[in-house]
């Protein structure tokens, strides 16, 4: 396909819906989290629908709940790295620079730190 005037993406997209979790940081600007909904995911990048715009060119950090278990027992997740490269209309759009999967394999209790 002719990418002049096309889609220019490399990768292929998935139109698939999963919670995600992000922290966006920016030089000289306090850290903000959120969660959201995934649109569409590739290899080279992801889109999903918040409430707020994020600021184009910070840096971002995700989580994104897997649908899949380790095992049929322990739950995965996909933390990926990157920069927001468009957020306009309640959806944004990220350039995954870092990606992997891990298998959670305590119990969510066990992670929260006793005071």
């Known amino acids: 396909m ?3 005037g096309g889609d ?3 990768s292929r ?3 698939i819906r999963l919670p995600v979790h992000y922290r ?4 000289w600007v306090m850290a903000r989290s959120g ?3 995934t649109c569409e995911i590739s290899t080279s990048g992801l889109s999903f629908r918040s409430r707020k715009p994020l600021p184009v060119g910070s840096h971002i950090e995700m989580i994104i709940d897997w649908p899949a278990r ?3 027992v322990y739950p995965i997740d996909l933390q990926a790295t990157g920069f927001v490269v468009r957020s306009e209309h309640g959806r944004t ?4 620079t870092s990606r992997k999967f891990r298998v959670i394999t305590m119990p969510a ?3 929260r730190v006793s005071a």
Not at 24 to 27: H, L
Request: glycine residues 4%; positive net charge.
């Open 2 to 4: 002719d990418k002049i």
């Open 35 to 37: 969660s959201a909904t």
């Open 8 to 10: 220019r993406r490399n």
């Open 70 to 72: 380790y095992g049929d």
């Open 24 to 27: 966006v940081s920016q030089k």
């Open 109 to 111: 209790q066990a992670l």
């Open 13 to 15: 997209r998935y139109d």
């Open 93 to 96: 759009a990220v350039r995954v």
